[in-house]
């Protein structure tokens, strides 16, 4: 090589290299969510947290169900997540959903909800959820888990990552302000969020026995319920894979044994 076409390929790399590098720190303006230990997301013996998803049931229920709908959750589903029968009646019975039609006349009557339901949205549609939030529509929270990159630390870092912005932060706010009705959230893309911090000290009343309602302890708790709810069957799914390591890694084991003891009797080594 020589020395013309080594400073040319230095040259190309600084170019490719450098630009994408100040690409990637600009990519990553949005602070590392905090790492929580989820249960759920542990290679081995994944599994939920129940009873911080019963109390994020809880915060859903009380809180975030105020504007955001979870459309694809029934109640009887909620078994999942260790309440009993009667209890899935009671909370189906605390909604109002909209009937079946009469047979007669065709109309629909709001009833209480029954175990088969799918939780109702507050919203009749998307131009009223809208309507009641500044223009911005609540998104559906039924997949959100699945839908963001980092998913229930993400949940967790929203929820929890609500402060005054510095001048430093405005900087990195498209206008240099926060819009009127909108909030600052290091942690949403644009830093810019429509939903008001939705939890605050006492918001909710835990019953006797479980921790206190802190705001973190209610994000950690309403982020597990909505990992759950993006994946109710996560633990199956996991063992299942785990099985099917352990076999593969036996029969390997057992293919490998006896090519070594045929080949011996083959070809004497
Ligand atoms: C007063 C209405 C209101 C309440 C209560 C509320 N939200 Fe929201 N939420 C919104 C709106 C509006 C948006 C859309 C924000 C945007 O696009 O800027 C939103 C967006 C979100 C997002 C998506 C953020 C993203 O990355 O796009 C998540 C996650 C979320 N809310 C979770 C919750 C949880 C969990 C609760 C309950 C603890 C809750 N919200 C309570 C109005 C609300």
């Known amino acids: 090589m020589t020395k013309k076409n080594i400073l040319a390929g230095m040259a190309l790399v600084v170019g490719l290299v450098i630009p994408?590098?100040?690409?990637?720190?600009?990519?990553?303006e949005e602070p590392k969510h905090p790492k929580q230990g989820w249960p759920h997301e542990k290679i081995i013996g994944a599994h939920y947290d129940r009873a911080a998803a019963q109390r994020g049931f809880q915060i859903y229920k009380e809180v975030c169900h105020a504007c955001h709908s979870l459309n694809l959750i029934a109640?009887?589903?909620?078994?999942?997540?260790?309440?009993?029968?009667?209890?899935?009646?009671?909370?189906?019975?605390s909604f109002t959903v909209m009937g079946e039609p009469n047979m007669e006349t065709g109309d629909v009557e709001e009833r209480p909800g029954k175990p088969f339901d799918y939780i109702p949205s507050t919203f009749a549609n998307p131009e009223a959820a809208a309507a009641s939030n500044n223009g911005a529509v609540p998104p559906d929270l039924s997949l959100m888990v699945k839908a963001r990159e980092g998913g229930a630390s993400y949940i967790y870092s929203i929820l929890t990552g609500y402060r005054e912005p510095t001048a430093e932060d405005l900087k990195h706010v498209s206008g240099g302000k926060i819009p009127d009705g909108a909030h600052f959230n290091p942690y949403k893309t644009g830093h810019v969020i429509a939903m008001p911090p939705p939890l605050a000290e006492g918001i909710v009343t835990y019953t006797e026995g479980q921790p206190a309602a802190s705001v973190e302890q209610m994000a950690y708790d309403v982020s597990t319920f909505l990992a759950w709810a993006a994946e109710?069957?996560?633990?199956?799914?996991k063992?299942?894979?785990?099985?099917?390591?352990?076999?593969?890694?036996?029969?390997?084991?057992?293919?490998?044994?006896?090519?070594?003891?045929?080949?011996?009797?083959?070809?004497?080594h």
């Open 232 to 237: 109710p069957k996560l633990e199956q799914r």
């Open 20 to 28: 994408s590098l100040a690409f990637a720190a600009n990519e990553g």
């Open 239 to 268: 063992h299942m894979g785990f099985l099917i390591v352990a076999f593969l890694l036996i029969t390997s084991g057992l293919l490998f044994w006896s090519y070594k003891r045929i080949s011996k009797q083959v070809l004497g």
């Open 75 to 93: 109640f009887r589903q909620l078994e999942g997540i260790g309440f009993s029968e009667p209890e899935i009646k009671a909370i189906a019975a």
